[in-house]
């Protein structure tokens, strides 16, 4: 299984953007997706979750709430994280994860993607 992350680039303060996730592979299911951010010397935090199988439950870190929107295209098992009214500190690495079952081997497993930047000036 693979995660590709697309959408982040340079911003100003105010401003908008979405990130997507897409995940590639077979013989697998997703159980639920996850996005994370890693600003510059800081530790990877979360930031917002949805469960793929069965309803898309979300949940989020404080400091976004109201601000940012996890979503999901089932039939495509991608994400998005729509970005508005982006600040200063929401300057970072942002990091698409899934926690998956291998269907042909019953296994659990995690995958991160490549990590796309979100830059955002003041």
């Known amino acids: 299984v693979q995660l590709v992350e697309s959408g982040g680039g340079l911003v100003q303060a105010g401003d908008s953007l979405r990130l997507s996730c897409a995940a590639s592979?077979?013989?697998?299911?997703?159980?639920?997706m996850y996005w994370y951010r890693q600003a510059p010397g800081k530790q990877r935090e979360f930031v917002a979750s949805i469960t793929i199988a069965g309803g898309a439950s979300t949940n989020y870190v404080d400091s976004v709430k109201g601000r940012f929107t996890i979503s999901r295209d089932k039939p495509k098992t991608t994400i998005y994280l729509q970005m508005n009214s982006l600040k200063s500190e929401d300057t970072a690495v942002y990091y698409c994860n899934a926690h998956l079952m291998n269907i042909g081997t019953m296994e659990d497993l995690e995958v991160w993607g490549q990590g796309t930047l979100v830059t955002v000036s003041s």
């Open positions: 592979g077979s013989t697998f299911r997703i159980n639920a």
